[in-house]
């Protein structure tokens, strides 16, 4: 069972520099930037992706947010954007995750798990077994065009919380959180690490304003 007293915070959508420094000052210890993906916001060039990768300083996460289902096409992202972290937001249907492990030794693998229902469960105690950690968000793999993170929408909790319970690698919630609910997110839930993007923005651009409410509710 994973017990942390200190609640990790990944900012994601990161879209420049500036946006990155700013949530590192505040205090996260991961931040998210976005490649290709079918919907969603965020999403910026892998030439930009590597230039704020290389900005992070040592002891914060730089998370790679692909959408590829390939393993051959997540490594070749990596590779070009040397981020420390890998985060598959849809099913891999070729390669598997040990693949991608013995490929990029050193590089966290993280997958994410859209929780639907009871049956996420089920899918994130296998996929656990495989990878460095977990990310639970409110997508949807279904739909026509697929809906791979960035909803603003909140899951059920009540499920995330027996994920984390059942699992034993660092579980990541994600989905709707923002400075208003983060607490009973924390408290509900008890993740490694929460994960934000809508909720700490206005207009799209990241709010000091809202980071500074987010960081002080952690307090």
């Known amino acids: 069972m994973q017990k942390s007293r200190i609640t990790r915070v990944k900012i994601w959508c990161i879209s420049s520099i500036e ?57 070749a992202q990596q590779r070009r954007t040397k981020v420390n972290t890998i985060q598959i937001v ?29 049956e996420s469960i089920k899918e994130a105690v296998e996929v656990s077994l495989d990878v460095h950690g977990i990310l639970l968000d409110s997508g949807n793999q279904s739909l026509a065009v697929k809906e791979l993170g960035g909803t603003g929408k909140i899951h059920n909790w009540d499920v995330s919380k027996t994920i984390v319970e059942s699992v ?15 607490r009973d997110a924390i408290e509900k839930v008890k993740p490694y690490g929460i994960d934000i993007c809508n909720g700490v923005r206005t207009n799209g651009k990241l709010d000091e304003s809202k980071l500074e409410v987010l960081f002080s509710e952690l307090k």
Do not use: C, W
Not at 35 to 64: D, H, R
Not at 93 to 118: F, M, R, Y
Not at 168 to 182: E, T
């Open 168 to 182: 034993n690698v660092p579980v990541f919630l994600a989905g709707g959180i923002n400075p208003s609910n983060v």
């Open 19 to 75: 946006e990155a420094r700013l949530s590192i000052n505040y205090g996260a210890s991961a931040l998210g930037l976005v490649s290709e993906m079918p919907s969603g916001p965020g999403v910026i060039s892998l030439g930009l992706i590597e230039e704020i990768a290389e900005s992070i300083p040592p002891g914060v996460s730089s998370f790679l947010l692909t959408s590829k289902q390939d393993v051959d096409s997540i490594i």
């Open 90 to 118: 849809d099913r891999l249907i070729e390669g598997t995750h040990n693949d991608l492990k013995k490929a990029l030794p050193g590089i966290s693998i993280v997958q994410v798990i859209h929780v639907t229902g009871e």
